[in-house]
């Protein structure tokens, strides 16, 4: 990949302070490093992506999304328990950029408790969600986080959570 369109380093970049400067990940290296696929990629993009901190998942909703039929016909809104699936693939795509990327893995990033989910606003066909998801603490395989859900930079969800990380290759179910 070209450097200079910042997309998916090795290694987050500083600016002249010192500080971690976030960088952008592709629905290529998202498709790469999570095994959902449509319907449920709920990911199109991830912004300022600082390892072992934060990160921001983008979702550009569409009228076109199958739950839209159903949800309803005539005011069709983005299931609240889909805005926090959103936010926690943001959080499964953070830990993977943090523990290496895809080169690295495959992880899997498995949910295991939520608390705290507020809805504030209705999200439907047109908006842009933006993910904001931070690192709260990790230990071991077990990781919390913290998200808030934005459209125009109107909060419309939030939710804190926690995953546990395992190495996918080892797998069986």
């Not at 991830?46 to 990160?55: E, R």
């Not at 159903?70 to 889909?82: A, E, R, S, T």
């Not at 936010?87 to 953070?94: D, F, N, R």
């Not at 998801?133 to 909060?155: E, L």
Request: with cysteine; glycine share 10%.
């Amino acid at each position: 990949m070209d450097e200079s369109d910042n997309s998916s380093p090795v290694a987050p970049a500083s600016d002249a302070a010192g500080e971690a400067k976030g960088y952008t990940v592709d629905i290529l290296r998202i498709m790469a490093s999570l095994p959902h696929r449509y319907p449920f990629l709920m990911l199109d993009r991830m912004i300022d992506v600082v390892h072992g901190k934060s990160a921001i998942g983008i979702k550009n909703v569409t009228a076109n999304e199958p739950h839209f039929q159903g949800h309803f016909p005539h005011l069709p809104l983005l299931p609240g328990v889909l805005v926090i699936e959103a936010m926690c693939q943001t959080s499964g795509m953070l830990v993977t950029e943090t523990l290496g990327g895809p080169e690295a893995g495959p992880f899997g990033v498995f949910f295991m408790s939520i608390e705290g989910a507020k809805f504030r606003r209705p999200v439907g066909p047109g908006d842009q969600l933006h993910l904001h998801v931070s690192i709260n603490r990790h230990r071991g395989t077990v990781w919390r986080f913290d998200g808030v859900a934005r459209v125009q930079g109107r909060v419309v969800a939030e939710a804190t959570w926690t995953a546990m990380v395992t190495d996918r290759a080892k797998q069986t179910l």
